[in-house]
């Protein structure tokens, strides 16, 4: 039995596995709530939103539950000109996009890098579980990307084209990144993945209020079929 952490940043990203996975709150202070799915014990949070948030958050579950693997899951901004609201991004590595300058991560002797990578095996298993869904009608489409992590909402057109051409960003949200950076820095094999809710761009306000339940919905059947898949 793996044992696995599901990190959300929002009660409504955390919905579909406390409804499906039968999970129960077992610390209300700190959102913490406990399953067993598919014969794997998961331990699922809301870490709340934001880079200290969701480090603090996951450093947390880790000294607690010792987990076998980390997944971050939820909603984000889209920046691939590709995507359409409701498909999925898997991340392939994560950057912070407000962290200047970047070397200073790479000069860091516990880090080493600016480019958190995600962990390959749990990739490809989220790339297989995307290419199902997307054969079976339930995607529209998914792509394997870079997600870019900051301290902001992002709701600005040229800001938008600045994390996508200069960053090679997918998807822009607050907390894939920091949560990368925590489970490098303990040893624990980590994935991010995203439904797109909005397009980072000047309409993001009134896209994110139509699509972020749907969107955090879908999140959470791809994270119910990737966990099936361990």
């Not at 939103?49 to 010792?66: E, W």
């Not at 076998?68 to 889209?78: L, P, Q």
């Not at 409701?86 to 860091?108: G, I, N, Q």
């Amino acid at each position: 039995m793996s044992k696995i952490a599901v990190i959300c940043a929002m009660d409504k990203e955390i919905i579909y596995i406390k409804e499906h996975f039968g999970a129960k709150l077992v610390d209300e202070k700190c959102s913490i709530y406990s399953a067993v799915f598919d014969g794997h014990e998961i331990i699922a949070t809301v870490c709340g939103i934001g880079k200290v948030n969701s480090a603090l958050s996951t450093q947390r579950i880790i000294d607690r539950f010792s987990p076998d693997y980390v997944i971050n899951v939820g909603i984000a901004g889209g920046l691939d000109r590709e995507l359409s609201v409701l498909d999925m991004v898997v991340a392939r590595d994560t950057m912070y996009h407000d962290f200047h300058p970047l070397s200073l991560l790479e000069e860091d002797k516990n880090i080493g890098t600016s480019v958190f990578e995600c962990d390959k095996t749990l990739v490809a298993l989220a790339e297989k579980v995307c290419e199902s869904l997307v054969e079976k009608g339930k995607v529209r489409k998914f792509v394997t990307g870079r997600i870019v992590s900051g301290d902001s909402f992002v709701e600005d057109d040229e800001k938008s084209r600045e994390l996508r051409e200069d960053l090679h960003g997918s998807c822009v949200e607050m907390e894939g990144a920091s949560i990368s950076q925590t489970c490098i820095v303990n040893g624990i094999p980590f994935l991010v993945i995203r439904s797109i809710s909005d397009f980072a761009d000047n309409n993001a306000g009134m896209s994110y209020d139509s699509f972020s339940t749907k969107a955090s919905e879908q999140a959470g059947q791809v994270v119910a079929e990737i966990i099936k898949g361990l």
